[in-house]
Every structure is written in structure tokens, then in C-alpha cells.
């Protein structure tokens, strides 16, 4: 069975949509070297030309937001995590609304 490369690349995508999905906020875990690691990227990606000042702003405030909440709160229960979970849901459905409008 042959499929073509636009076929292939919507399955990955499929595929990796619903990995992510199963994963869920909260669900696993994360070393301190992985987290490091990943903030590392987060700033790599934060100083791409893409990104406007703006966005910029947005994603440290939320990181600041995060980080004051995880030290203040218990952000893995409650009402705090709630909350996070809902951002975190309806900004992945946003992105996947845009990702279907930028394939039309």
C-alpha cells in the first residue's frame, strides 16, 4: 500500500495529537535536568524573530504566574490546578483549531 507524503505527514500529526492527549497536564513526571533542559529551549524559542515582544511578555508573565503559584499553592490539586487545566485544555484546542484552518 502506497500512501503519499502529505497522507504520511497528517497521520504523524494524528498520531501525535493523540499521544498528547493521553498525556494530560500533570500526568508523569519531570527530572530537575529535564527541566533545566526544557527552560533552556523555552529560551531559545522565546528569542526567535517570530515571536513579537508582545508574545514575549505574555509567555514570562504566565511562566512568572506559574512559578509563584507552584511556590505559594499546591498547583498539582484543587482549585489551582482547575484552573491550569482549563488554560492548558482550551489553548491546545486553539491550536488545533489553527492548525486545521492553516491545512485548509
Not at 13 to 37: C, F, H, N, P, V
Not at 52 to 63: D, H, L, V
Not at 64 to 78: H, R
Request: aromatic residues 2%; positive net charge; without cysteine.
Amino acid at each position: 500500500m502506497k500512501i503519499s507524503k502529505d497522507r504520511l505527514i497528517q497521520i504523524i500529526k494524528e498520531e501525535i495529537d493523540d499521544a498528547s492527549k493521553e498525556q494530560g497536564l500533570g500526568r508523569g513526571s519531570t527530572t530537575a535536568s529535564q527541566a533545566k533542559k526544557s527552560f533552556r529551549q523555552s529560551g531559545e524559542t522565546m528569542a526567535d524573530p517570530d515571536v513579537t515582544a508582545k508574545e514575549r511578555q505574555i509567555m514570562n508573565q504566565m511562566k512568572d504566574v506559574i512559578e509563584k503559584a507552584s511556590k505559594e499553592l499546591d498547583i498539582g490539586t484543587g482549585g489551582a490546578y482547575a484552573v491550569l487545566q482549563r488554560v492548558y485544555k482550551l489553548l491546545g484546542k486553539a491550536i488545533q483549531q489553527q492548525g486545521a484552518k492553516d491545512e485548509q
